[in-house]
């Protein structure tokens, strides 16, 4: 099975996969991605259909074609055209009017009889012209980001995109914060201007242009009492495996995890924590209603050097199946 092994190398590169996010989205071990790939062993027809759904290509071409000769590699995430609109609208042509036409419009025959004398009336005084009335403009308005928590893949990726929010250009944006004893209140007013405007604001200099809001954090993150500054995430497919995120869903509130985008695969988020007392466990993508990505945080405690225990069991697993495979 050349073709499946050099098919599975191209299309993983292709997408920017390392081996171990390859695995995970597909549902294998990292190990069997490289005995696929070095050809020493076959994928079994599970393992093909979850990389013909990943990647939108069919099994009978992973098993037939070699993908590297194709020209045109399918796209996971197509995008729609925008509508080019004309900058200048043409003018509609109108039709000549006739000499006569004009004449009976401008000209009017003299009458024969004498004309009345003119009076000149007296001329009026000057009055000095009112000052201008000075208008008051309204606050602009408050505008509240949207996530896009949809995905459909029927007869091919949809994406169901919001448009881009606008923000001002500033070296130092104003941020939002909200204390840990509000969460519960944030989760249900996240999306009301009025709510969102009574809350405390800071500025922070050296932030790239966005959308930013702070949170303070506890036992799930590394640093409790900490506050956390996060970048505002518009869309799932913009979620990077392995980062750290504030996270607003339905049933679940404000939480701050390690998420692991499995939206393709499962249609679901992976939470992980830092702490190891907090478990790990999955969200539906349709549930979840804000994302932030921590940019920065502010604290008086510096953290304590932590291992992740499952990436101890990870590497143990791995050493296992090294060991096995020299003693075959």
């Known amino acids: 099975m050349s073709i499946v092994s050099d098919n599975m190398k191209y299309l993983r590169k292709l997408h920017g996969l390392t081996q171990d996010q390859f695995a995970r989205r597909v549902g294998i071990k990292r190990a069997s991605v490289g005995a696929y790939e070095e050809q020493r062993a076959n994928p079994n027809i599970d393992v093909l259909k979850a990389m013909s759904k990943l990647f939108s290509v069919s099994v009978d071409d992973l098993l037939k074609k070699d993908l590297r000769k194709i020209r045109e590699t399918p796209n996971l995430i197509p995008m729609d055209k925008p509508s080019h609109?004309?900058?200048?609208?043409?003018?509609?042509?109108?039709?000549?009017?006739?000499?006569?036409?004009?004449?009976?419009?401008y000209y009017t025959p003299s009458s024969t009889s004498r004309p009345a004398p003119t009076v000149v009336a007296a001329p009026k005084p000057v009055v000095p012209p009112e000052p201008p009335k000075i208008v008051a403009t309204p606050p602009p308005v408050f505008q509240t980001p949207s996530f896009n928590n949809v995905y459909e893949n029927t007869s091919g990726a949809h994406i169901n995109q919001t448009p881009t929010i606008e923000t001002e250009k500033s070296n130092s944006p104003t941020i939002q914060y909200v204390r840990r004893s509000d969460f519960k209140n944030y989760a249900d007013k996240f999306n009301q201007g009025d709510y969102l405007k009574r809350l405390p604001t800071f500025q922070f200099p050296l932030l790239a242009e966005g959308t930013y809001r702070a949170f303070e954090s506890g036992e799930d993150f590394v640093v409790p009492r900490a506050l956390l500054v996060g970048h505002y995430i518009n869309n799932w497919y913009d979620i990077a495996d392995g980062k750290i995120y504030i996270m607003v869903a339905r049933n679940l509130g404000v939480v701050c995890r390690r998420v692991y985008n499995q939206v393709k695969i499962k249609g679901t988020l992976l939470l992980s924590s830092d702490n190891a007392s907090i478990p790990t466990f999955e969200v539906p993508l349709k549930d979840v209603m804000e994302v932030w990505e921590i940019k920065a945080f502010f604290s008086t405690v510096l953290p304590e050097p932590t291992v992740s225990l499952d990436h101890l069991k990870h590497l143990v697993n791995q050493m296992q199946e090294e060991l096995n495979r020299i003693k075959k």
């Open 85 to 105: 609109t004309p900058l200048v609208a043409e003018p509609t042509p109108t039709e000549p009017q006739t000499l006569s036409s004009i004449f009976e419009q």
